[in-house]
């Protein structure tokens, strides 16, 4: 079953750091863009990061400079280092991934589909 399962949410003080993790499963022919979003409550869901399959990132203004993204190709995988965290930061973090599904019984690609995770928390406070 193709899927997206996030970790690493949490409470965490102001100007402390944490790391959140996505994995990507099932059959999956390639990635794409790999992304992390977030939703505050009362808020809309936005994009906070991105990187290409070559590792090409882009940022929110909002972040730039404290959060770092990371992939790794070889294992479907991406990470969100978050530092100097702020408690505007609170917020539930989205993974999701642009790829292609490979067909079944084949190693050819088949589907190109974008894939969430469920989110995780993250809550900033003291």
């Known amino acids: 079953q193709l899927q997206l399962v996030e970790s690493g949410g949490g409470l965490v003080q102001p100007g402390g750091s944490l790391r959140l993790s996505c994995a990507a499963s099932?059959?999956?022919?390639?990635?794409?863009?790999m992304n992390w979003h977030r939703q505050a409550p009362g808020k809309e869901r936005e994009l906070v990061a991105i990187i290409t399959s070559g590792g090409v990132t882009n940022y929110a203004h909002s972040v730039q400079g404290r959060f770092t993204i990371s992939r790794d190709n070889a294992k479907n995988t991406v990470s969100l280092q978050m530092s100097s965290l702020k408690p505007e930061d609170t917020a539930v973090y989205y993974c999701?991934?642009?790829?292609?599904?490979?067909?079944?019984?084949?190693?050819?690609?088949?589907?190109?589909?974008?894939?969430w995770g469920q989110g995780t928390l993250v809550t900033v406070s003291s």
């Open positions: 099932g059959s999956i022919f390639s990635i794409n863009t």
């Open positions: 999701n991934a642009d790829l292609y599904t490979v067909a079944p019984g084949t190693s050819v690609p088949d589907r190109y589909l974008e894939v």
